[in-house]
């Protein structure tokens, strides 16, 4: 590019020369003498302005060839060769070609015309090209500019953003920071600590469970020693030697099959057959008349003495007791304790339970004790009808599912063995509820109970209504026949009775 412009700038001073060079002649060749213009040869250098001054410098220049002699020959064949090389005459052919006039660099000029103006047009079409490029950058800047002038907005608003989330997730850090460093390790070691402890817990627990499972594969398998001494009832074990209260093998009647049952060989000398026993809540009693009918419950269990002296809860079964009453003369013994631990009794002399066919009636006679004869004369804190309506000699018995009280008969909604509990003789309702509900401590509310009413093991005359026993026991035996001169010792203020206080 740059020799480029160089070159048209030594072209353009060129054709200046020529043109002047070319208008000098055509002005000055009508007064060109005959023998040439004055001029050129003088060797005067004194500078005197006008043309003849470029004649001197011309003298000087580098195209300057030796002076040769002038003669008429070598005029016409300066003549001759000044034409070839342009056409231009010398003032003075004598003088000779000195150096190359502006005709000759105009014609060689002109023969490098038409490489010189390929080579411009060229020179033209890629400043044209350049041009537009320029201009085309020109705009690309400028629609840079614009931009970049319309996201500087965008910028600064996406600048403000990220400064205020920077700052919130630093407020953030330093607060995770402080509780990691502070109370956070303390609390995560409380935690471990914890589940570590839960976790040894749980441990136990598995394994106590899977004892449990391990031993409740044979749940209702008991075992037993059945002691060799055995009887039709309790009292007559205790007449053939068996003096301890444990378990025993009895067989009321030789056509039926011998079932267990616990016998008291201690409490008022002996010879008891426990038939209700509660004593911790471990068995429930609401239950239907088939199974108050069969009994349910366990007799007794071995604690570790080799044979079963401890007694479960249990109801004998309403066709036992119901046989064993009338086996012969029978006495009952009611013994229950309250959560002080403090004891009462209630027997009756005559004990009778009617078969299933007469709804195991009761009949009772004969009452001694100190828990009060709520069985034969309802509950002496009520009065009138409504104490009468909680007598339950001769009633029919009730469960749930068989409502032989005395409360509106047929009326589904006015069931006694529904409302209090287990099955009992319900007159209307009662006034004693051996087997009720177990309440653990004793005292129970309305609100307790599943039907507000007062369904826990009560003894009203002893601790009313809403006073459940801590346990609760019946027991039965034979009137004593085998005492000497004790003719009916159940009876209060009988030798027997006498004896035992
Ligand atoms: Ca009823």
């Not at 003088?95 to 020179?123: F, H, W, Y």
């Not at 330093?174 to 589940?195: D, M, T």
């Not at 044979?218 to 007559?236: F, L, M």
Request: aromatic letters at 10%; one cysteine or more; charged letters at 25%.
């Amino acid at each position: 590019m740059k020799w480029t412009l160089v070159l048209l700038f030594c072209i353009t001073a060129a054709q200046a020369v020529v043109l002047d060079y070319d208008e000098d002649m055509d002005s000055d060749e009508p007064e060109v003498p005959a023998h040439g213009p004055p001029r050129g040869h003088r060797p005067d250098t004194t500078f005197t302005g006008g043309r003849h001054s470029t004649d001197n410098h011309r003298q000087t220049g580098r195209y300057g060839p030796n002076p040769t002699p002038s003669t008429s020959q070598s005029q016409k064949t300066d003549d001759k060769v000044l034409q070839s090389k342009g056409g231009c005459n010398h003032l003075n052919a004598n003088l000779g070609v000195l150096c190359p006039n502006g005709c000759e660099l105009r014609t060689a000029l002109l023969k490098e015309d038409a490489s010189m103006q390929l080579t411009i047009d060229n020179l033209t079409t890629d400043i044209s090209h350049l041009y537009r490029s320029t201009i085309r950058i020109h705009e690309y800047v400028d629609k840079m500019d614009l931009e970049m002038q319309a996201r500087k907005p965008q910028y600064s608003g996406n600048k403000n953003l990220v400064i205020t989330h920077n700052t919130e997730l630093e407020t953030y850090f330093s607060a995770i920071k402080e509780k990691v460093k502070g109370p956070l390790p303390s609390a995560i070691s409380n935690i471990r600590f914890l589940l570590n402890s839960l976790k040894k817990k749980l441990e136990t627990l598995k394994k106590a469970v899977q004892t449990q499972v391990q031993f409740c594969e044979h749940p209702c398998t008991v075992t037993c020693n059945i002691p060799v001494v055995s009887g039709k009832e309790c009292n007559d074990i205790y007449t053939k030697g068996g003096k301890k209260s444990q378990l025993y093998l009895i067989q009321p009647d030789s056509h039926k099959i011998p079932y267990r049952i616990y016998c008291d060989m201690v409490t008022e000398q002996g010879g008891w057959a426990l038939i209700q026993n509660r004593q911790d809540g471990s068995v429930d009693f609401g239950r239907s008349w088939d199974a108050y009918k069969a009994g349910f419950g366990n007799i007794a269990f071995d604690v570790g003495k080799g044979f079963c002296d401890t007694p479960g809860e249990y109801w004998l079964g309403n066709d036992q007791i119901s046989y064993l009453t009338k086996l012969e003369n029978t006495e009952l013994l009611f013994e229950m304790k309250d959560w002080e631990n403090n004891k009462l009794t209630a027997e009756y002399g005559k004990f009778v339970v009617q078969n299933e066919a007469n709804t195991y009636r009761l009949s009772v006679d004969r009452y001694f004790g100190n828990a009060g004869n709520t069985l034969m004369e309802g509950s002496k804190t009520l009065y009138g009808n409504n104490r009468t309506m909680t007598i339950h000699q001769n009633m029919m018995f009730s469960t749930y599912d068989r409502d032989n009280d005395k409360w509106l008969p047929g009326d589904l909604n006015k069931q006694c063995a529904r409302e209090d509990g287990g099955g009992w003789w319900y007159n209307r309702c009662h006034s004693s509820n051996p087997n009720g509900r177990y309440y653990w401590g004793g005292n129970y509310t309305r609100q307790m109970a599943k039907h507000g009413t007062d369904d826990g093991i009560v003894w009203m005359d002893f601790k009313g209504s809403w006073y459940s026993m801590k346990e609760m026991s019946m027991k039965i035996r034979p009137v004593f026949t085998n005492i000497p001169n004790i003719p009916n010792p159940g009876l209060p203020g009988s030798p027997r009775a006498t004896l035992e206080k």
